[in-house]
Nanobody, 123 residues
Framework: QVQLVESGGGLVQAGGSLRLSCAAS????????MGWFRQAPGKEREFVAA????????FYADSVKGRFTISKDDAKNTVYLQMNGLKPEDTAVYYC????????????????WGQGTQVTVSS
């Protein structure tokens, strides 16, 4: 099993950058695909980015392509989300998620979740 803990959220002005980290417990981190999701008040939790087991393939929501980068470091059992060019509409609680083997864009496919970290982008 994997336990996930996010960090790195905060308050930033529009156009700024943040790097979110998700630290995972367990020895089998390399067997998990990882994703980032976000949820704003009154809205559904939505897909942001995902990375496959090996880290060779990444996937992004259209709204963040070219601005966000997901990466994975198996040696550190950590997945990152580098967020550049932040916009007020990026404001949300960001969640790290994991699932065995295959990458997915669907929140329902992920069995392991972190507690979330708040990202607030001021205009």
């Amino acid at each position: 099993q994997v336990q996930l803990v996010e960090s790195g959220g905060g308050l930033v002005q529009a156009g700024g950058s943040l790097r979110l980290s998700c630290a995972a417990s367990g020895r089998t981190f390399s067997n998990y695909a990882m994703g980032w999701f976000r949820q704003a008040p009154g809205k559904e939790r939505e897909f942001v980015a995902a990375i496959n087991r090996s880290g060779s393939s990444t996937f992004y929501a259209d709204s963040v392509k070219g601005r966000f980068t997901i990466s994975k470091d198996d040696a550190k059992n950590t997945v990152y989300l580098q967020m550049n060019g932040l916009k007020p509409e990026d404001t949300a609680v960001y969640y790290c998620a994991g699932r065995k083997l295959f990458v997915s864009r669907s929140r329902n496919d992920y069995a392991y979740w972190g507690q979330g970290t708040q990202v607030t982008v001021s205009s």
